[in-house]
């Protein structure tokens, strides 16, 4: 028992330092305003989907960048010969987690209008298999974004089918096949003693199988992948950017799984927006169809540079951790050239996705092209206010948890904000997106177009000085 007080004590010391749970308190603010700005009865429908996909889920990615960085920093390798045991070890890592996702999850609930007993225990049931899931997936990736690109596989069909009964959309028994429906339906307020014996189960085989890889490998012997070894030839620094970054195997899955998620939601809109609509008018008595631009700019449009932006970030701290950067900045590469091309690659994968996504969604009712432009040009600021300011993966991930909030809570502000009160938050570019796309004018994409240079060329500044400090 004081083995296992004290893993917790350093687990959350840990934590605190990298500022996660000032990330939870983040979240959880917006989240609250939101549910507490809509309507009651779209409220008691987006909370239980919140709670779901969201504050249970808040860890996820989390504990997977402590791991990889206690390996870095050689802790795993010290656990091996130290009296703390696995349970313990992972036990702490998961109490702390879980622990932020209940404390969040209660304003959200009362915000909500859900119960909160149910709400609290549907959420536990979800944190404890999602970190489980994470930490024995991560166990033996060598990097975060190896872990990134394995995670979707099974974190995936674990979130889309409670998503899927929750809206509505489907709702059949089989969805319960997928363990964490039935936790879902706990958050609603639907107790299946079956169901929930089967999900207790799942995590059960999920903790035994975390357990085996840890124990067989604990260190991570997998070498980080690396560009498979060619002859040198000269050649130009775009082409050695673009060759390193095709020739590692990591990075182009990573690349596979970044163009398919927004395609396949785009697609799972198409097919389950109006059986959504239809569901949340027959039960909550809300019409949808009046929040439409606000599905298409928070889920798509803002969306998907997001992701892109989220995704260049996680290179550039793996360039940084690797070394890569230092090499680089004495070669004819340099670092200023690295970062420009590390601007355009995840500018121009935002702008290629939202001109395929946004008509494939059918929530458009027009193609915007120039807003789509300015939307993909906010992209590289959040590669850039991550490599800034983040030291380590684990900071990243907490900068970026942080950085989402401002594309996910502009455009429900600005649907229900009166236009008195918007003037804060038109000194974000993302705004000047939104109003693009929703109220297109000259005037107003040329501001949005020179507030995000603005922007960019001052986040530059500041990454290229962290770079040089290296």
Do not use: C
């Not at 189960?201 to 975390?210: K, Y």
Request: avoid cysteine; hydrophobic fraction near 60%.
């Amino acid at each position: 028992m004081n083995r296992l007080r004290a893993a917790v004590a350093l687990e959350w010391q840990v934590e605190w330092r990298y500022r996660i749970p000032a990330v939870a308190l983040g979240l959880t603010a917006v989240w609250t305003l939101v549910l507490l700005a809509v309507p009651g009865p779209l409220a008691r429908g987006a909370g239980p989907v919140i709670l779901t996909i969201d504050t249970a889920t808040f860890g996820s990615f989390f504990i997977a960048a402590l791991v990889l960085f206690e390996r870095g920093e050689g802790a795993l390798a010290a656990l091996t010969v130290s009296p703390l045991r696995f349970g313990e070890y992972l036990g702490a890592k998961v109490g702390v987690l879980t622990g932020l996702s209940v404390v969040s999850a209660v304003p959200v609930a009362l915000a909500a209008g859900v119960n909160l007993v149910a709400a609290l225990l549907g959420v536990v049931l979800l944190a404890v298999l999602f970190l489980t899931v994470s930490f024995a997936l991560v166990v033996r990736r060598p990097s975060l974004t190896a872990f990134l690109t394995v995670a979707p596989l099974p974190l995936a069909p674990l979130i889309a089918a409670p998503l899927a009964h929750l809206t509505g959309v489907a709702d059949h028994l089989l969805l319960f096949l997928v363990p964490t429906t039935a936790a879902a339906a706990v958050i609603q307020g639907r107790f299946d003693p079956l169901a929930l014996g089967y999900l207790l189960a799942t995590t059960a085989v999920a903790i035994w199988f975390a357990r085996g890889r840890f124990t067989h490998e604990p260190v991570g012997a997998e070498s980080r992948a690396r560009p498979r070894g060619t002859r040198w030839r000269p050649r130009g620094w775009l082409a050695a950017l673009v060759g390193i970054d095709r020739r590692t195997s990591v990075r182009s899955a990573l690349l596979l799984v970044v163009l398919a998620g927004p395609l396949l939601l785009a697609i799972a809109l198409r097919l389950g927006y109006p059986p959504l609509a239809a569901y949340l008018q027959e039960r909550f008595s809300v019409d949808l169809v009046p929040y439409q631009p606000i599905l298409l700019a928070a889920l798509l449009v803002l969306h998907v540079p997001l992701i892109t932006g989220m995704v260049g970030a996680l290179l550039v701290l793996d360039d940084i951790d690797d070394r890569t950067l230092l090499v680089l900045r004495v070669s004819p590469v340099t670092a200023r050239r690295y970062l420009v091309y590390r601007m355009a690659t995840v500018a121009a994968a935002a702008l290629l996705m939202l001109v395929v996504v946004v008509p494939v969604s059918g929530l458009a009712p027009s193609f915007d092209l120039p807003a789509l432009v300015l939307a993909a040009a906010q992209a590289p600021l959040i590669t850039l206010a991550t490599a800034a300011v983040a030291r380590n993966k684990v900071e990243g991930l907490a900068w970026l948890k942080v950085l989402g909030l401002v594309p996910t809570g502009i455009a429900p502000a600005m649907w229900w904000l009166p236009d008195a009160a918007q003037w804060p938050l038109q000194l974000f570019p993302h705004f000047w997106t939104v109003d693009a796309l929703w109220r297109p004018s000259p005037l107003g994409l040329l501001v949005g177009i020179i507030l995000t240079a603005i922007v960019a060329a001052l986040l530059t500044r500041r990454t290229l000085r962290r770079f040089d400090s290296l």
